[in-house]
Structures are given as structure tokens and as C-alpha cells.
């Protein structure tokens, strides 16, 4: 069932109206959606406030899998594996319109790999225990084959079959979004934060500004949750200007193909690329995605682009595993996102940096949690608010979310990324068709995404509402035209404004499709 958000107006007066928030979450990513939903669910009155649109950043780029992380096994740290796949048994219970069990097929090319990837395998069962998919099992060359038609056939000794689930990032950040206001909260896009109210030497609210309008907002709370991801630092030098880094960030970087490169319904894993990583060939949204790499990055741009021979990289370790291996020239899109890891004083590689999430409270009061992955974003959202609770002296609760489904849920397993929200939007004009051949996107699904859930822009709707910026850039640039003028409708906007709505996302659409040359990858 839909719950209809206000317009951005009386939203804007509601964050006003309120004397004092319980919870204001800076953030409108992974994290800072969970802390909210999360302080929501436990009847806190609570505010979350995103500088740009939800998911933005780092949490529409992942690489769409909700997993234990079988790089983490071979590093020995099972209390992440095992937490983070407690955490997808819950995600595939709350959220089935969004998270699905995916097979994985790791090849083997010389005899002691099988044996050797079968232990390890058997150790992630092991450790997912009640939690499990399914038994991972040992497959013949000809199983494995069929499971993967494109693998090169020579010198191919048979392969390891597991489980893990699949997910789509920027979606389930909107039903996120959606699940705070059913549950009471209130969540604005385009309010940046840019300074922290302090009183008697503790922080009491957040100076903020809509960036549409111009006009600033300050708001009080019991307590602030800064969950920026990899801007975290940036926040707790409002505070503290000299604060040392929590943070050292680094970059992946995915390739999106067509279908052809991998026909089968399983993705494949190669199990070890020349730098130690993993990379992850895997069917998404009727594409392949292909990723990642994990390079060290000073900057934080909000748009990343690959750095010199990233990309390279990824379709040179493919071609070693694909026996037709896609190219330059069959790249729809390339995406590329930062990861929010804790420092490693000493650290020589991002690859060894802690996945695990960190909590800092500061002199001050503000909370400061980061870290973490999109598995676990729900136990890193539970901890935050726990410590919230205590620094802002609110009434101790209990935390619901680890049986809370999230909005759009159904029954089961639906390949609907709307869920529950679907008989509704088909009722909207528009839904009968879809805007341009080669995409599923509707009409009806664009004044949706305006209506219900806050979209903004044309590349709020084509990057994140849906996915085609990521899937074909190049189609999601032909899209904009008709995008813009059904925003432009929802939202009262005018010629001028479909215009430079048009030509700002086809700009940035050209940088997913790799057209231009700037500072990296072309």
C-alpha cells in the first residue's frame, strides 16, 4: 500500500514545525537510511536529511550482491561472514521483491583448485548454518558448462556451485526511504548539511539548506547520527576541524555488457585476480555486470570516473575465464563507487582495510558511524541507534527491524522491483507502455517516482528509481527527452527547465558510456 509523501513544500514545513527532532540522521545512503528506519521503527520522532538524492553515492554502486563475502573467508574473518550472512537471510525475508538467492560458479583450471575451493566453500556453509541457501557442491566439466556456457572449455577441470543473493542497491534504498515515512519519520533530498548547532558543549541540531530553493533550515535534536559514508570525515570537522581521518576511501570500478557474455541463469566468480581480489561476473536486470577493482582514492568526487587502466583490468581478467570475452566496443555502461573503509595506519593495499563497521562518539556528541557494507547496513543501523539512544537520553527500546519487512514486501520472491506498489502504479496514466524501445520503464513508473518517491531530476528517476543510466547509458540518454517532460508535468516545471534537465544528464550519461575524456578512463 502506497503512502503518499507530501509535496516538497509541506515537507519542508514539517521539518520546520517540529520544536525538537529525537533523531536527525545526515545521510541519506546505506547507513544513514537503516539509523532512520531504524530509530523510526522504535518510535523516535526522526528526520533524515541527504545533501544530493538517496543513494546518491557509494549505495546505488555497488555491486548488487547481498552476501558473506567469500574474500573475507579466505582472510580469515569469519565473525564478518558469519554476521553478514545472518544479515542475508533477513534481507531476503524483508525485502523478496528486491533481494533473490543467485548460484555462483567458481571454475576450476587445475586439478588441486577444485579440492581447494571445495573446503573453503564448505567452511562458508559451515558459517552460514541455519542461515543457508543451499550446500555448495562440486561440479564436473560438463556441469559446469552448462552452467556457464561462455567459460572457456580448455584445460577446465570442473568447478564449485554456491549461494549468496542478489539485490538492487538503489531500489532497496528507496524502499527504505518509503519504509521511514510509513513509519512516521520524514526524509528530505536536496537539504544539504553544513554545520552542526552546539549548546553548552553539546551538539543540538544541524544547520541545513535547501539546495532547490536556497533558503536554510536549522533544526534541533536530542541527537545527530552522521552516516555519510565516505563524507564522514568532511561532517566531524564542523565539529572538529583538526579531527584526524577515520577514513582512507578506495574505488570499484563495473562494466555492464549484454546478456550474450554470460546466457546462463548463474553468475561466475574468479577466484582470484592478479591483485589478490575477486571479480564477479554476474546476470543483473537482463545485462552482465562485471566488477570490481578496489584502488586507493585521496579525492571524494561525487561522480567518479575510472582511474587509468581500470578498465582495462576488468576485461582482461574476464577474458582470461569468458571464452568470448567482451571488449570496449560491447561496454553499455561503466559505474564506478567509493568505499568508505576504516583506516589502516600502515596499511599497503585498500583490499586489506577493515569491511567492518566503527562508531565514534564525539566531545560533542555527535554519532559517527561508518564503514560496513550494504549486507549489514541493518546490524551497523541497530548499533548506531543503540549508542544514539544513550547520547541523546532517549527512552530505551528494544530494536524491531530484524523482522520489520520493508515497503513493497511481498508474499515472496517476485522479480517486481516495486513489489506491493505495482497494482497502484499500473492504475496511473501511462502504464501500458513502455517509454522507448529496449527498456522497461513506464510512464506511469516516472510520475511514480515524482508522486511517491521524491524524484527530483531526470537522473533521480533513470539512475536510481530505475536503472538504465547503469544498465545502457547510452539508451537511458536517449530517454531523457520524454523523462524530462513528464517531471516537468508532476512537478510544474517549464520549458527552460526540461531543457537543462536534458542536457545535464545526457552530459553525465556520456561519462558512463565512456565517450568523452576527463581526467580518466575514456
Excluded at 561532517?235 to 546462463?264: I, K, N, T
Excluded at 546476470?283 to 577493482?293: D, H, R
Excluded at 583506516?343 to 562508531?359: D, K, N, P, Q, V
Aim: aromatic share 6%; hydrophobic share 45%; charged share 25%.
Amino acid at each position: 500500500m502506497i503512502r503518499t509523501p507530501l509535496a516538497r513544500e509541506a515537507l519542508l514545513a514539517r521539518a520546520r514545525e517540529q520544536r525538537r527532532w529525537d533523531v536527525v540522521v545526515v545521510g541519506g545512503g546505506a547507513t544513514g537510511l537503516g539509523c532512520a528506519v531504524d530509530a523510526a521503527a522504535r518510535g523516535y520522532s526522526t528526520l533524515l536529511l541527504e545533501g544530493h538524492d538517496f543513494a546518491k553515492g557509494t549505495s546505488s554502486r555497488a555491486t548488487k550482491l547481498i552476501h558473506g563475502g567469500v574474500r573475507y573467508l579466505a582472510q580469515g574473518n569469519f565473525p564478518l561472514v558469519r554476521e553478514a550472512l545472518a544479515e542475508r537471510s533477513l534481507l531476503l525475508a524483508n525485502a523478496p521483491h528486491l533481494v533473490h538467492p543467485l548460484r555462483f560458479v567458481v571454475p576450476a583450471y587445475r586439478w588441486h583448485e577444485r579440492p581447494f575451493f571445495g573446503a573453503g566453500l564448505a567452511m562458508y556453509d559451515l558459517l552460514a548454518g541455519s542461515h543457508g541457501l543451499d550446500r555448495s557442491r562440486q561440479l564436473g566439466s560438463r556441469e559446469t558448462l552448462a552452467a556457464v556456457p561462455n567459460a572457456k572449455a580448455d584445460g577446465l577441470k570442473g568447478g564449485i556451485a554456491y549461494w549468496d543473493a542478489q539485490f538492487d542497491d538503489a531500489r532497496l534504498a528507496i524502499a527504505l526511504m518509503a519504509t521511514l515515512f510509513d513509519l512516521g519519520g520524514l526524509a528530505l533530498n536536496y537539504a544539504p548539511v553544513e554545520g552542526l548547532v552546539t549548546a553548552g558543549g553539546r551538539i543540538v541540531g544541524v544547520r541545513a539548506r535547501d539546495a532547490e530553493s536556497g533558503n536554510a533550515l536549522q533544526i534541533d535534536a536530542r541527537v545527530v547520527i552522521n552516516a555519510t559514508g565516505v563524507w564522514a570525515d568532511t561532517v566531524r570537522r564542523f565539529e572538529q576541524p583538526a579531527a584526524e581521518p577515520l577514513l582512507q576511501p578506495s574505488q570499484g570500478a563495473h562494466v555492464v555488457v549484454d546478456r550474450r557474455f554470460l546466457s546462463g541463469e548463474d553468475a561466475l566468480l574468479v577466484p582470484r585476480t592478479p591483485d589478490g581480489r575477486v571479480l564477479f561476473v554476474i546476470p543483473w536486470q537482463g545485462k552482465v555486470l562485471i566488477g570490481t577493482t578496489d584502488l586507493a582514492r585521496q579525492d571524494l568526487p561525487l561522480e567518479p570516473k575510472p582511474l587509468a587502466g581500470e578498465v582495462d583490468f576488468i576485461l582482461a581478467t574476464a577474458a582470461r575465464y569468458l571464452a568470448r570475452a567482451p571488449t570496449r566496443a560491447d561496454i553499455r555502461s561503466v559505474f564506478v563507487g567509493l568505499r568508505p573503509l576504516i583506516h589502516g595506519r600502515g596499511a599497503t593495499a585498500t583490499r586489506r582495510l577493515s569491511r567492518e563497521h566503527f562508531i565514534e562518539v564525539s566531545p560533542a556528541g555527535l554519532v559517527t558511524i561508518t564503514g560496513g557494507k550494504w549486507t549489514t547496513y541493518r546490524r551497523m543501523a541497530e548499533d548506531a541507534v543503540e549508542v544514539a539512544q544513550s547520547v541523546g537520553q532517549l527512552p530505551v527500546r528494544a530494536c524491531p527491524t530484524a523482522r520489520l519487512p520493508l515497503h513493497g514486501a511481498t508474499r515472496s520472491f517476485s522479480r517486481d522491483p516495486y513489489g506491493c506498489d505495482r497494482e497502484a502504479i499500473d492504475a496511473l496514466p501511462g502504464a501500458r507502455w513502455a517509454l522507448l524501445d529496449g527498456s522497461s520503464l513506464t510512464e506511469a513508473e516516472v510520475r511514480h517516482a515524482a508522486r511517491h518517491e521524491l524524484a527530483r531530476s531526470v537522473e533521480d528517476v533513470l539512475a536510481r528509481r530505475h536503472r538504465m543510466l547503469f544498465l545502457d547509458a547510452t539508451l537511458a540518454s536517449a530517454a531523457a527527452p520524454a523523462v524530462a517532460a513528464i517531471l516537468a508535468e508532476e512537478l510544474g516545471r517549464n520549458d527552460d527547465w526540461q531543457r537543462a534537465e536534458v542536457a545535464r544528464f545526457r552530459s553525465l550519461a556520456m561519462q558512463y558510456a565512456m565517450v568523452r575524456e576527463n581526467g580518466g578512463e575514456s
